[in-house]
Each structure stands twice: as C-alpha cells, then as structure tokens.
C-alpha cells in the first residue's frame, strides 16, 4: 500500500493515524487510569497480605538481616542482584567420589584395587542398561541380518566384560567358589528389607510406564518386554540380565560372613555419587526435552521439519530412560546397603509426575497455584545444612513477596501521579488559550476559536478532578 507513494503523502498519512491516536488517547484517559488505578490498588492488597503473612512467621533478625543484603544488593545493582537467586549447592559426583575413597583415609582400610573394582561394576551395568534398550528399540522382528551380526558382537564383548569381572569379583571377597556367594533373590522387596523405607518397594528392576499422553514423556519406559526378545540373541542368559557379584547383589547374611564391611561402605558411597550423576543428567534432559518441544517442534513447519524435530526429542527422551534406569539401579542398591532411614528420604522414586517438563520450561504458565517441582530438582541442599537450606528458601521467598509488593505499591503511586499530571495539563492548557484570546485583540475569529479551546480544556480538566476524586495525589507533592 505504502510503495506507490510520495514521502509527503506517506509522511501526511502517518501524521492522521498518530493524531487519530494521540485524540482517542486523550479523550479516554480518565476511564485508562481508573483502570490501571484499580488493577494496582487490588494486587496491591493481595500481595502485601501475602507478604505480611509470611513475616509474621519469620524471624525479626532473619528480616533485618536480608533487608540489609537488599539494600546493598539495590544500590551496587550487577553481581550483587544474585542475591535474589537461589543458592544451589552440587552434590558430590562419582568421579568426586572416587577420588575421596583414593586419596582419603578410608583408603587404608580397602584392598587393592577395590575401588577400581566397584567403579567398573558400575560402568558395566550402563552398559547392560544400553544394550537392552537397543534391542527393545532396535532389534526388533524385522531386523535386518547385519544388524542382527552387530548386536550379537556387542553381546559377545558384554558377556566377555561380565565373566572377567565375576572372576575379580571373587577374588575381591575371596571366594574361591561362585556358589558360595548367596545372590538376593530377583524377587525380594528390599523395602521390607529395609524397615519399609519404601512404600512400592524395588525388588525386579522393572521400567516406570509413563503416560503416553503427556507431552515431552511418552511411553518410552515399558512394563512390559516382548516374549520374543529371549530368542533374538542366541545363548543363555543375556548378558544385560546377568547380575554382578557386588555387596549390594550379595543376601546381608552371607557380606556377614565374608567381613566386607569395608566394601559395602565403599560401594554405598560410589551409589550414592552415581545417583546425583543420573538425577543431574536427568534434570539436564528434561529441560533439554522441554525447549525442543517448545520452539523447534512448535515452530516446525512441513512435515519434512517436524519429523526432524521429533526426531531430536526423541534422542532426548533415550537420555530421559537411561538416567532413569541409572537412578533406579543406584537406589536399589543404596536401599540394599543402607540401614540409615535418612537416605530413602533423600533418594526417593521417581514417578511419573516427576518427569513433566512445564515446570521447568514455563514457570509463568497458568494454573500453577497448585504444581510444584519434582523433588530432585532441591536435591543438594543438604549439604548445604538443613535449617541453611530452610533459611535459603524462606529467604528467596521473603525477598519475591516484598519485591512484588513493592512494584504494585510503585505502580499505585505512578498512576496517581499520572492523575495529577493529566489535570495539571489540562489546567493549563485553559490557561495558554485563555492568554491567547487575550492577546489577540480585535480579531474576533481568533478570540472566539481560542475561547473555544479554553471552555475545551477546563471542560476536560473538571472532568478528570472528578473521575480522579479522592485517588489523585496531592497538588503541592
């Protein structure tokens, strides 16, 4: 529309539309104000009763003391705004792990090698893990023979990975013979093995279904397996089934008898570092997992584009079920070693709800008066100390109920103002048309047009002291 014209016609054109706006603006800007007034004045009223609610149960010298960090956080402004974040402390990973129990004193009460031992064990079961949710995912019926001929050389590699680490197994608990070696049983609750630390129990390391109709998780955990996968790979047991000879695979009674205390120890810690690794690993995923599905899948256009797309979330949901089976197999384990009632609560299960990914990619969205996030997401304050980690979210809380309150309180006072100025403009509008008509003498065109705009402005000037009627400031502000 533009193109064909002149810059004097594009230039005149514009010109009406921004009078035309301007004029709409002015004629309605009692009613605007009213509006934005009484938008204020009730987020005002919700979020200081918000606010003082949560003062009365705090601490006069908690108070002060973050009123004082604000105020130092206010004026020097850059580095100093991460006061208002949350302080997040990392849990201590495998790797960290290992080197403790190496270079640490416990050291001297593990043999050779142990260490190494144990952290291979755990590397093999990632490997067990992989390989049967290749076959689930890619190994299926149709599979052609070539890759029928690459899985069957990832199994001979795993299997030959498995028997040399059952023959370092017993030699570490110093046995001479396997069936010594009591393994718990495939079936057995650890949770009632465990004081009832678990409500479901672990027993079978069976998969979590998800709800196949929530967006970003599907149903890439399954219950339930595919009879025929026993015969796609020829041998025995597969060796992604094959348990290891470890403390936590071993019944209590029989790590009573063979005094391996100290291996149990060890291995509970390297557990314990597993889990952090596959909780952060997990929390990385899913929000990977919830901004693909948020821009590259909702963007995507064409079918040839959004199958791309799916494509990447797909990736992303295998990395979802491998930390998952990874998580699982660490606190089956840590239930299987520990009789302390704390960690159960520490390293709960992670159930379906947890695996949503809109608290983390859209913490603005509506209707999350009721929606928190999954716990692993606080994992790591612990460390931190737990009446700190109170303080820490009490403190977070505290400084985004007064920073709420504050902008509406703000927002209350610049309306106001505004009121104030809308009059002061108009008054004075009257005013400088009113000197106008004066000096214009005898021309009695000009003295009756700005008599006109006079009558106009004071019009408009009491209008606006009416509507703003007792919310307008005070003139000598």
């Known amino acids: ?41 009730k987020a005002l009223e919700e979020t200081g009763e918000a606010f003082e609610r949560l003062n009365e149960g705090l601490d006069d010298m908690l108070i002060a003391k973050w009123e004082k960090a604000e ?38 009460n593990l043999g050779e090698g142990s260490v190494l031992w144990l952290a291979s064990a755990i590397t093999i079961e990632a ?49 001479d013979d396997e069936h010594k070696v009591v393994l718990r049983l495939a079936e057995e609750d650890l949770a009632k093995t ?38 796609l790979l020829d041998g025995g047991v597969r060796p992604d089934r094959s348990v290891l000879l470890m403390p936590s695979t071993i019944l209590p009674l029989v790590v009573a008898q063979l005094n391996i205390s100290y291996l149990v120890a060890a291995e509970l810690e390297l557990r314990k570092g597993q889990a952090n690794d596959s909780l952060d690993g997990l929390m990385l995923a899913l929000c ?11 963007n995507a256009e064409g079918t040839k584009t959004k199958t791309r797309a799916f494509n990447e979330v797909t990736k992303i949901r295998r990395e979802v079920e491998a930390n998952v089976r990874s998580y699982r197999r660490a606190r089956k384990a840590i239930l299987a070693l520990s009789t302390d009632p704390e960690l159960p609560k520490k390293y709960r299960p992670i159930g ?96 009756a047009f700005a008599h006109r705009m006079m009558l106009v402005a004071e019009r408009r000037a009491d209008d606006a002291r009416k509507g703003f009627a007792g919310k307008v400031v005070d003139t000598n502000w």
């Open 1 to 41: 529309m533009c193109r064909p014209m002149t810059g004097s016609q594009r230039r005149e054109i514009y010109d009406d539309f921004m009078r035309d706006s301007n004029w709409k603006k002015m004629v309605n800007i009692v009613q605007t104000l009213n509006k934005k007034f009484k938008r204020a004045q």
């Open 71 to 108: 105020k130092k956080a206010m004026d020097k402004r850059g580095k100093h705004l991460k006061y208002y974040d949350v302080a997040h402390v990392k849990s201590a990973t495998l790797g960290e792990i290992q080197m403790q129990l190496l270079d640490g004193p416990r050291t001297k």
């Open 127 to 175: 490997e067990q893990d992989k390989l049967g949710t290749d076959i689930r995912w890619l190994l299926g019926v149709h599979a052609t023979i070539p890759m029928k001929t690459a899985f069957a050389h990832r199994e001979s590699r795993l299997r030959g990975k498995l028997g040399r680490f059952q023959k370092e197994s017993l030699r570490m608990l110093g046995v």
């Open 194 to 231: 465990n004081l009832d630390l678990d409500e479901e129990g672990w027993g079978q390391l069976v998969d979590v279904e998800l709800a196949p109709d929530e967006e970003g998780t599907g149903d890439f955990l399954d219950d339930d397996e595919d009879p025929d996968e026993e015969d």
């Open 288 to 298: 990977t997992q919830g901004l693909l599905l948020r821009t590259t899948v909702r």
């Open 352 to 447: 379906k709800g947890d695996l949503k990914t809109a608290d983390v990619t859209d913490e603005r969205r509506l209707g999350q008066s009721t929606d928190n996030l999954a716990w692993f997401w606080n994992l790591g304050a612990d460390k931190a100390g737990k009446h700190e980690w109170t303080e820490e979210f009490y403190r977070v809380s505290w400084l985004r109920a007064k920073a709420r309150t504050c902008r509406w309180s703000e927002e209350e006072v610049i309306v106001a103002h505004e009121m104030l100025f809308v009059i002061l403009f108009h008054a004075r509008e009257a005013q400088v048309w009113k000197k106008r008509g004066i000096a214009s003498g005898t021309l009695e065109g000009k003295r």
